[in-house]
DNA sequence: ATGGCGAGGTTCCCTCGA
């Protein structure tokens, strides 16, 4: 099974390039992140045609998560626990039947937190003490589970081409990175780094300031398996030449494929 | 040394992103 994360900038503006890149890479389920579309304007016809099921968690004009799947959805919970005022859709958790039992996926788009020192960034690291906490419980299920999506954070040196830019960025803040670093220690194999210690493996590269063509990317998608989705981890790769495309978005997808 | 883009809504400028 081919699970996927992408956070593609705007599902209406990005539906061509979602279309093309659905049938050439035919994963069986997308994290989608930055949907920028309330619920009835996403496109879902056409993602349909293809044989996906949809379910989104949007929002006006920012923000909004997606799940698209070939399987059947067996239970879709939005928002992430522990805050009832945080009206921003970073968050939608499917569940779904396999033959290994139950199968977990959450599609998550991870406070930006610009500029340190401010509001944001505190918002950030409270989001990132609730996604901890509710990891640790659904941990403890022992499911195949796989947190994918944007965690705007640059887990180390080794993830960026030019880390000294990023010093004075929230993606790269000393408790961004421990924020990080205690979720995957709950227990979770991040798939990239799993498969390859090439520090030349990116998932963003800015429009701006010619960054995709200095290869001036970060790298800030990922998905974390639990240990029962590890044990079935066969391939992952980034797809970075979905950059290329026309109207490209600023990230590109992670594909993972495990054994189920 | 700096900025250089793009999406969407509050539309001819604004916020937001990273």
């Not at 409270?126 to 994918?148: C, I, N, S």
């Amino acid at each position: 099974m081919k699970i996927a994360t992408w956070n593609i900038n705007g599902v209406k503006a990005r539906i061509g390039n979602l279309l093309t890149w659905l049938k050439e890479s035919a994963p069986d389920i997308v994290c989608l992140q930055e949907i920028k579309s309330v619920d009835d304007q996403f496109p879902r016809a056409e993602i349909e045609s293809l044989g996906y099921n949809v379910e989104t968690h949007g929002q006006k004009g920012f923000n909004g998560v997606a799940l698209l799947s070939k399987l059947k959805f067996d239970e879709v919970n939005c928002r992430l626990p522990g805050d009832s005022d945080d009206e921003q859709a970073r968050f939608i958790e499917g569940v779904f039947s396999t033959e290994k039992g139950a199968l977990r996926v959450v599609s998550l788009y991870l406070p930006n937190g610009n500029p340190i020192g401010g509001e944001r960034f505190a918002y950030k690291l409270r989001w990132m003490e609730r996604f901890e906490k509710w990891a640790k419980e659904r941990l403890a299920l022992e499911d195949p589970m796989v947190l994918a999506g944007d965690y705007n954070v640059i887990p180390e040196p080794t993830d960026a081409r030019f880390p000294e830019n990023w010093v004075n960025d929230a993606l790269f803040q000393p408790e961004s990175r421990r924020a990080f670093r205690q979720i995957v220690n709950l227990g979770f194999t991040e798939a990239t780094r799993a498969v390859t210690d090439s520090t030349d493996v990116f998932t963003f590269w800015d429009y701006q300031a010619g960054a995709w063509q200095k290869n001036n990317g970060i790298r800030i998608d990922f998905q974390l398996l639990s240990p029962e989705a590890a044990n079935l981890l066969v391939s992952s790769s980034v797809e970075k030449h979905v950059r290329t495309w026309e109207k490209p978005s600023d990230h590109v997808p992670v594909v993972t494929e495990l054994a189920i």
